[in-house]
């Protein structure tokens, strides 16, 4: 629950500081250039800052700075216990910033004030909190070898890992590559969005406080074009994470060819399909498919933006859902009282309203939404959107194939079990989902049948930071949380030894 007024939070966003820096060695430090950029307000349209924008050079510094710091093995070589312990402190701080947190990320990202709060702060605070509590319960092995050797079997640090983050949940998805990398002793590139940096940087900030050495953690706001390429392809880089869109996890699987093979790890883009059985609790049921379409207006990668309703309810269900759309106005981001923010910019507004003239286009009837609001009709400037309910969606249909990552769902017929596997699964993504029947063996023959990472039954967006994150196909490859994300930052080293 929020804890002040739209008024209060208003009058403390006045008063946040913006760390208008990049972060290199333990300091804040411009781009080397001097080149900024502006960093915009998505729900106002207003400048917050002007930031470093990081290029080549920035980028070399960086891989420098990180390669001696592990080397000297100030952090590399430090014992899992007291990693733990900085790791642990870091979260407190988190923990004791929060508010400050979750404005930046509101007035960056535009996100209601009270997701920032309620879900992504606590969400990077748990996130680190566990991973660094597990540093020291990761044991070795012995392999079973002959009586007269001894197989040892050990996890070591990648080295210099580039993190690259998205702008729809910055907070959220840099504590997840944070954390394990950090944990098993790697140093850290951390590359945000430029569009929405700023709690990347204030929790470079914190981790210094917390007393993680200088130059182990790194943050360099910049473009992809200037600044993700050419750490991707650099050769003194040995992994790398990203979160995003699949056309750029393809180039980034390209670079590590193209360079040094360097271990990649991509969590991408999602058509995920939300399936309703006629015997499901149907009132649940289409509040959640509200949920899972619209939250975060959409900006979501697991969104379930294919809404499959079975045949004898698809109608009495579209209305349901429509009327649960309503909830999902978009209002100022700083009001408490608001689900729905702003879309991040005027470039993903464009892509959204050509997805639904597009689905219009096609012969998709539009149930509910389907505009875009500048400005929320004057009140605020920023970039806004209708929840938007396409019915009569054939899955062949672009909007139900391509991603939209907007707030943009679309209503998909099926008859019976076996066809909603197929329709599910006629993707190239397979990222999540969510099945609702009452029939425990119908949830559990298309849970188990569609082709995804992760999949619901009777929820949508379940799961915790216990267990892994990431998708099949063209969603990606490697799993962000739990213990097997620290497996993704090591290497495995044998040490054989007879006698």
């Known amino acids: 629950m929020s804890l002040y007024t739209l008024a209060e939070w208003t009058a403390k966003a006045a008063q946040v500081r913006i760390p208008a820096h990049a972060w290199l060695d333990g300091k804040p430090v411009q781009a080397l250039s001097g080149a900024t950029v502006p960093l915009m307000n998505p729900a106002t349209g207003q ?15 960086a891989v420098k700075v990180a390669r001696r710091v592990f080397e000297s093995g100030v952090w590399s070589r430090m014992a899992p216990r007291e990693r733990k312990l900085i790791l642990t402190r870091w979260a407190a701080l988190i923990e004791e910033h929060r508010e400050e947190l979750a404005l930046l990320e509101c007035l960056d990202v535009g996100k209601p004030i009270s997701d920032t709060y309620d879900i992504d702060v606590p969400s990077a605070i748990n996130t680190i909190r566990w991973t660094g509590e597990a540093i020291d319960k990761v044991y070795g092995e012995i392999a079973p070898t002959a009586y007269n050797t001894l197989a040892l079997i050990q996890r070591l640090p990648l080295g210099v890992v580039a993190a690259i983050v998205p702008w729809n949940f910055p907070l959220s998805t840099t504590a997840w590559k944070l954390a394990p990398s950090l944990a098993a002793g790697n140093s850290v590139i951390l590359k945000p969005d430029p569009k929405t940096p700023l709690t990347a940087l204030r929790l470079a900030e914190l981790a210094t406080e917390a007393g993680l050495p200088d130059g182990v953690l790194n943050v360099l706001p910049g473009d992809g074009v200037n600044l993700g ?23 980034l699987m390209q670079y590590a060819g193209q360079s040094n093979l360097k271990r990649t790890f991509l969590e991408l ?74 879309i991040i910019d005027q470039n993903q507004i464009n892509t959204i309203q050509k997805y639904v003239q597009i689905g219009q286009d096609t012969g998709a009837r539009l149930v ?17 959107h209708e929840a938007t309910l396409f019915a009569d969606v054939d899955n ?51 849970a188990q049948g569609v082709r995804t990472g992760t999949m619901g039954v009777n929820n949508y967006f379940g799961g915790d930071i216990t267990v892994p994150f990431g998708g099949f196909g063209e969603s990606g490859n490697g799993r962000d949380k739990s213990m097997h994300a620290l497996n993704d930052y090591s290497e495995l080293k044998t040490t054989w030894i007879e006698f």
């Open 47 to 61: 400048v917050l800052a002007q930031m470093p924008d990081c290029k080549q050079e920035d980028g070399d510094a």
């Open 368 to 384: 509910t939404g389907g505009k875009a609001i500048n400005g929320l009709g004057g009140a605020l400037g920023g970039t806004y």
């Open 269 to 342: 883009g999602g058509k995920s399909a939300n399936i309703v059985f006629a015997d499901a609790d149907l009132d649940t049921a289409a509040e959640w498919a509200a949920v899972a379409g619209f939250y975060n207006c959409g900006q979501t990668c697991t969104a379930g933006t294919r809404l499959l309703i079975q045949d004898s309810i698809y109608d009495a269900f579209i209305e349901k859902v429509a009327a649960h759309s309503k909830v999902w106005t978009p209002g100022n981001p700083l009001d408490p009282a608001t689900r729905m923010g702003a």
């Open 396 to 446: 062949k249909m672009t909007i139900a194939q391509e991603e939209i990552f907007g707030p943009v769902v679309s209503a998909i017929r099926f008859k019976d079990a076996d066809d909603a596997v197929k329709i599910a699964n006629d993707s190239r993504y397979g990222l999540a989902g969510g099945v609702w029947s009452r029939d425990i063996s119908t949830a559990l023959k298309v």
């Open 229 to 251: 390429k050419h750490l991707s392809l650099h050769p003194d880089i040995d992994g790398q994470t990203f979160t995003g869109s699949t056309g750029v996890g393809k180039l």
